[in-house]
């Protein structure tokens, strides 16, 4: 383990960490709002930016993020309009950025070799300057998705809930679009534009195959983007394998390690959720709240259920249904 000793594999390794914990952070929103191919779509629109910068002779991450982030928030209202359909915008962006990407590398002499360490990661040529850019980015990232969880978490599991409260659901809707960009081209220089939705969608996935509750499987996927990552690039470094790569089948491992796990611990240690529901009854109202407003915090574990989310009160599934619950 001597190479830890070099100052390029110290940068490599915080770098790797910072993003390990940030892209699941963000990524229980996407997740939860059912667009986990969101962040392969923001990494082909980032393309563009980077083609564009090779193109001008400029710093690549500026124009990705800007780019990135006018996609996002593009799409998001194209969305919410009804204009076009989520899987039309993705698709947009997969296509058009991609192309507009490579054609801009093309005309300054590059082609696509140029966008490769950007496509895949360059985790060895990271200079310190980079690192702080990283680090900078990927505090932003933590402080806005863990400091405005409970709303993020509202607007993500149930938008129509989340008016009845008062939120501002447009602007939450646009700020998650954002973080989502923002972390697309945090990760370009680690795992790289075209593994990036790896590392924001497979931890979450695996979290939430284990643990119930909204906090718990953030906590946990950001763990486990945590040690995939450092993991990856040390395993990479040692046998000189390609990094990006390496964390994202390490990811992929943790995925596949939860789902023999989950059944055990579901089977020993939350044997109730089969017992509150065994018929599939239909939705009842539910008084006993009182003033009592579910959500992440409020004591009682949240479990997805269909297209909405279901807290566990008194032995029953209490959903979220306009200004009042619904038992079942």
Not at 144 to 164: C, H, K, M, W
Not at 238 to 259: D, E, Y
Not at 283 to 308: F, K, L, N, Q
Request: charged share 10%.
């Amino acid at each position: 383990m001597d190479f830890l000793t070099f100052a390029f594999v110290q940068r490599a390794l915080l770098a790797s960490g910072l993003v390990g914990i940030s892209a699941p952070t963000i990524g229980t929103y996407i997740v939860q709002r059912r667009l986990s191919l969101l962040g392969d779509g923001l990494g082909h629109v980032a393309i563009a930016g980077v083609g564009l910068a090779l193109m001008t002779g400029t710093a690549p991450l500026p124009w990705a993020i800007g780019i990135c982030v006018a996609g996002a928030l593009l799409i998001e209202t194209l969305r919410q309009k009804g204009r076009a359909s989520g899987d039309v915008g993705l698709a947009v962006l997969f296509y058009g950025g991609l192309a507009a990407g490579v054609l801009m590398a093309s005309v300054a002499g590059q082609g696509a070799g140029g966008l490769s360490s950007y496509l895949f990661g360059s985790l060895n040529t990271i200079s310190a300057s980079d690192l702080g850019v990283v680090a900078g980015l990927a505090v932003l990232i933590l402080v806005v998705a863990l400091g405005l969880s409970p709303q993020l978490f509202a607007i993500s599991a149930d938008e129509e809930f989340a008016r009845t409260l008062g939120l501002p659901v447009r602007f939450y809707n646009y700020l998650i679009v954002a973080l989502a960009a923002i972390t697309v081209t945090t990760a370009m220089r680690t795992v790289g534009l075209l593994l990036v939705s790896a590392l924001m969608v497979i931890p979450v996935a695996a979290a939430q195959n284990v643990f119930r509750g909204f906090w718990r499987s953030m906590w946990a996927a950001m763990t486990i983007g945590l040690v995939a990552s450092v993991a990856g690039y040390l395993v990479a470094a040692w046998a000189n394998l390609a990094p990006g790569a390496m964390i994202v089948l390490i990811t992929i491992t943790f995925f596949v390690a939860s789902l023999p796990i989950a059944s055990l611990m579901h089977r020993h240690w939350y044997p109730h959720r089969d017992e509150v529901d065994p018929t599939g009854a239909p939705h009842e109202p539910t008084d006993e709240h009182g003033d009592h407003v579910h959500g992440p915090g409020c004591g009682h574990p949240a479990i997805s259920h269909g297209d909405h989310i279901d807290y566990i009160h008194g032995g029953h599934l209490h959903a979220p249904h306009g200004d009042h619950y619904d038992e079942h």
